[in-house]
């Protein structure tokens, strides 16, 4: 248990469905970030907050919409999404920037 | 920019084996280095750090000494166990600037898978 907490852990989704996925700390941690695991690729950084201010946005399509209500609540709303946006969707959190992260269990997503 | 470059995949060792994974790094700033461990179907988890050159990270028989003047940061272990099986990151922060305040964020490597077998 790493004090991060993602649900759900598995989602199946349709391409035209629209869910959220959401992602909570209690760390007392400024920064919070979204990566992707895709089999066979490296781990691919989305999205970055610190102080609830986006400060990163990796060229990820408009698909994937952040949200960040507050420093300890995270989430990535999803819509028509692609079969190839199947992987596992981490969150992640730390003091601030570029300190050492600590991440949740993961989302499976899986679209059909 | 940063990167991080690991060994290629997969390692696969016998139990008590010794293990050996390289790590290479180009950074600006004073990069603090991490190895991350992710066993099957969790998220990552820090296995141990260092922040300095010449500094020792060590956790669980685990070992790593950040090399700056080869840039490495190589893990190791003397004697693996099966249950050590999990993907291995290696991964950067350039996370404070000479004047202390931080900034960065991390770069991890590809990740490398470790079997070991009994």
């Known amino acids: 248990e790493t004090g991060v907490t993602q649900t759900p852990r598995h989602l199946v989704m349709g391409m035209t469905n629209k869910k959220s996925l959401k992602c909570e700390q209690h760390?007392?941690?400024?920064?919070m970030y979204w990566y992707k695991q895709s089999a066979k690729k490296p781990l691919e950084l989305m999205f970055v907050?610190?102080?609830?201010?986006?400060?990163e946005n990796n060229s990820v399509p408009s698909r994937f919409s952040p949200e960040c209500p507050n420093s300890s609540h995270l989430f990535l709303h999803l819509h028509t999404l692609q079969p190839e946006d199947s992987a596992l969707y981490l969150c992640?959190?730390?003091?601030?920037?570029?300190?050492?992260?600590?991440f949740g269990q993961g989302t499976r997503l899986t679209v059909v | 920019g940063n990167s991080v470059t690991q060994m290629e995949g997969p390692v696969t060792l016998s139990e008590e084996a010794f293990l050996t994974i390289n790590c290479t790094y180009t950074?600006?700033?004073?990069?603090?280095l991490f190895w991350y461990v992710q066993y099957p179907g969790e998220g990552l988890q820090l296995l141990l750090k260092?922040?300095?050159?010449?500094d020792k990270g060590s956790n669980k028989g685990f070992e790593a000494t950040y090399r700056k003047e080869t840039t490495s940061f190589h893990l190791e272990k003397g004697s693996v166990q099966v249950s050590d099986s999990a993907v291995y990151f290696c991964?950067?922060?350039?996370?404070?600037?000479?004047?202390?305040?931080?900034?960065?964020?991390?770069?991890f490597g590809q990740g490398t898978i470790l079997t070991v077998h009994p």
């Open positions: 992640a959190s730390s003091l601030d920037r570029g300190a050492e992260a600590f």
């Open positions: 760390l007392g941690h400024n920064a």
């Open positions: 907050y610190n102080f609830k201010e986006q400060t």
């Open positions: 950074a600006t700033g004073y990069p603090s």
């Open positions: 260092a922040t300095k050159a010449d």
């Open positions: 991964a950067l922060s350039s996370s404070r600037n000479a004047g202390g305040t931080s900034y960065g964020k991390l770069t």
